[in-house]
């Protein structure tokens, strides 16, 4: 999948060809490579771990050396076993807290409104710490025997993503104690002073053969069965771009994650307003929940007509009646004649729409703290009121306030 993948790569400036120059290569895939573009004369992207990224990438790497290398037999580098790691969850009895911790989801996180805010465990073997990134994110220390050994600026303008760190005992198979003392200190683009800890793990004596692998995992919005029929249509031989897939997977060879945020799912970390591949690349490209967040939503619907096969098929969801979930990253909201603009160089084939009235005024009450504020009892009663009057609601009177719109499209 990854070399079908690397041949229909292209530069997201130029639209010209790209060169991969391999650095380390496993399980019969490229794991670190260096993307170069001719026409450009530079790097822009970069393979990490097997995923392609042209979004965070070093710009200032020596390709003269690196090209030298491969010519000399040096690289690429060939890695065949990792270490295996075990992971302490933040509620393993590992960790001891002090301050306003509280779970959320998998996490725990702070406001650091009580002092000190820390977490401390021992180890006596490397360990990587997990954190969550977002945009309420503050400052933190990381210790290890009371030294500073990170200094870190948690904050992520788009969404929650990992952030990694590692530590290791200040002496070798002996036991130190890590600290994280959340500060209670934000940037100035940052809307808040937390810390979310998803654990950590700490390396084994063990160790295990590479594997290169899409494996299922849905950990946010799931796929919808309109994009499952959809997929089933394209070919053994051919490729569906899921434009915003965020942290969600399919152990399909077929599919492919891009998103702009760094987590740990997607195939490649690219912007949807300069895709980074080949015209006419996709049978199919699907994309859901993203569109609102682009700054040039008719852009965006230009560069996915650009890499759609002629033939291929499109399914764009958007939203419409919803308010901000994405602070400083909601640009637009459509209606269903929106996207028509938007894809207006497809064929379109269908458009409609989903969602309630009380969904609406539910996910209203909350983003204004309303909940929080007035008489429960009263909040309760207009929402039963709003669910019963969810029931008079045509389908067709239904898109005047529907929470999502949805486009399916054909290329000719």
Request: aromatic share 10%; proline share 6%.
């Amino acid at each position: 999948m990854q070399q079908k993948l690397l041949g229909r790569l292209a530069c997201p400036i130029t639209r010209g060809a790209l060169e991969v120059l391999p650095l380390v290569q496993s399980a019969g895939a490229v794991k670190e490579a260096v993307l170069w573009s001719p026409r450009l004369g530079s790097v822009v992207g970069e393979i990490r771990n097997f995923q392609i990224d042209f979004v965070r990438f070093q710009s200032g790497i020596d390709v003269g050396t690196i090209r030298a290398r491969i010519v000399e037999g040096h690289l690429p580098s060939y890695e065949e076993q990792q270490q295996v790691w075990t992971a302490f969850p933040p509620n393993d009895a590992l960790f001891t807290y002090s301050g306003d911790w509280r779970p959320i989801e998998n996490m725990v996180v702070t406001d650091c409104e009580t002092r000190p805010t820390t977490i401390r465990w021992q180890i006596d073997r490397p360990c990587q710490i997990i954190f969550g990134a977002h945009p309420w994110s503050g400052h933190v220390d990381v210790l290890v025997n009371g030294e500073v050994i990170h200094q870190l600026d948690l904050y992520e303008p788009h969404t929650t993503v990992p952030r990694t760190v590692a530590v290791k005992p200040a002496r070798p198979d002996t036991p130190s104690e890590v600290v994280v003392h959340a500060k209670g200190t934000q940037s100035t683009q940052s809307m808040g002073q937390q810390c979310l800890f998803s654990g950590c793990e700490i390396a084994t004596e063990k160790v295990e053969p590479i594997r290169f692998e899409k494996k299922l995992r849905v950990r946010g919005a799931s796929y919808t069965n309109r994009f499952r029929e959809m997929l089933a249509a394209v070919p053994a031989s051919g490729l569906c771009l899921d434009i915003g897939g965020g942290n969600r997977q399919l152990d399909d060879p077929r599919y492919v994650n891009l998103d702009y945020a760094p987590y740990d799912e997607p195939d490649i970390v690219g912007d949807a307003l300069k895709l980074p591949f080949a015209s006419d690349t996709f049978e199919f490209i699907y994309s859901t929940g993203v569109i609102e967040h682009l700054k040039d939503p008719n852009l965006a619907g230009k560069e996915i007509y650009r890499v759609t096969k002629p033939g291929g098929k499109v399914l764009i969801g958007m939203a419409f009646m919803q308010p901000i979930h994405s602070e400083g990253q909601h640009f637009f909201n459509g209606t269903v004649w929106g996207l028509e603009e938007m894809l207006k160089d497809f064929r379109i084939d269908d458009v409609f729409w989903e969602g309630s009235m009380s969904f609406l005024i539910e996910w209203m009450i909350q983003c204004t703290h309303v909940d929080r504020l007035a008489d429960s009892r009263k909040v309760q009663n207009i929402l039963e009121t709003v669910k019963e009057w969810d029931k008079l609601v045509t389908y067709d009177r239904l898109k005047y306030i529907a929470n999502g719109v949805w486009l399916c499209g054909t290329k000719i």
